[in-house]
């Protein structure tokens, strides 16, 4: 759903920022989302993939935040809030490079994005946010279906694109690509889905 554009043509972080703080909005390119609340079961998965990672990462440099937690894919660390165009809240989002955050959260490109699908953001999640997410030169996105029970794994290239993904299902496990002695088992993940 997109934001009314009454007063404006394109919205940005700035406006972002004056919107009720019980809503979640994400913009692309200047168009503003309403995201809808997530689903119980879409909580579960969330919270079943945040443990083994927060474990992981417990004493380590790199931090791991869920939604709502505010990602700037601005094109460079300088941007200015009223100039970036793109703002959104990923539902698991992994940050190695501290000068990346802030008190509003992540200025720039994570290392990691996890996305849980639902129908209502199928389009923005497979389409609109990986185009942005490659562009933006995030490592690792994950694309998580609780239908059909399915995890797809998207790795940066050398060539800044993702390469042929990687495809999971609830009897897998997955190798953490920018973190090769971490594996999360799928089972768990996805028991009572």
């Given at each position: 759903?997109?934001?009314?554009?009454?007063?404006?043509?394109?919205?940005?972080?700035?406006?972002?920022?004056?919107?009720?703080?019980?809503?979640?909005?994400?913009?692309?390119?200047?168009?503003?989302?309403?995201?809808?609340?997530?689903?119980?079961?879409?909580?579960?998965?969330?919270?079943?993939?945040?443990?083994?990672?927060?474990?992981?990462?417990?004493?380590?440099?790199?931090?791991?935040?869920?939604?709502?937690?505010?990602?700037?894919?601005?094109?460079?660390?300088?941007?200015?809030?009223?100039?970036?165009?793109?703002?959104?809240?990923?539902?698991?989002?992994?940050?190695?490079?501290?000068?990346?955050?802030?008190?509003?959260?992540?200025?720039?490109?994570?290392?990691?994005?996890?996305?849980?699908?639902?129908?209502?953001?199928?389009?923005?999640?497979?389409?609109?946010?990986?185009?942005?997410?490659?562009?933006?030169?995030?490592?690792?996105?994950?694309?998580?279906?609780?239908?059909p029970k399915l995890v797809t794994v998207f790795t940066l290239?050398?060539?800044?694109?993702?390469?042929?993904?990687?495809?999971?299902?609830?009897?897998?496990?997955?190798?953490?690509?920018?973190?090769?002695?971490?594996?999360?088992?799928?089972?768990?993940?996805?028991?009572?889905?």
């Open positions: 759903m997109s934001l009314p554009q009454k007063e404006k043509a394109e919205y940005s972080y700035a406006d972002y920022l004056t919107w009720p703080e019980d809503e979640r909005w994400e913009i692309i390119d200047g168009i503003a989302y309403l995201r809808a609340a997530p689903s119980p079961r879409h909580q579960e998965i969330l919270v079943a993939l945040l443990v083994p990672f927060y474990y992981y990462l417990a004493g380590k440099p790199c931090k791991i935040y869920p939604a709502p937690f505010s990602v700037r894919l601005a094109g460079n660390a300088k941007e200015k809030d009223e100039n970036i165009r793109k703002v959104v809240e990923p539902d698991i989002t992994v940050v190695c490079d501290k000068t990346k955050l802030d008190d509003k959260g992540c200025h720039g490109a994570p290392d990691l994005i996890v996305e849980i699908v639902s129908p209502s953001s199928a389009k923005m999640d497979k389409l609109i946010k990986f185009d942005k997410y490659e562009k933006a030169g995030v490592k690792e996105y994950w694309l998580v279906e609780p239908d290239q050398d060539d800044r694109k993702y390469g042929r993904p990687d495809i999971y299902t609830e009897e897998d496990t997955v190798k953490v690509s920018i973190f090769p002695d971490l594996v999360i088992d799928l089972k768990p993940v996805f028991d009572g889905v």
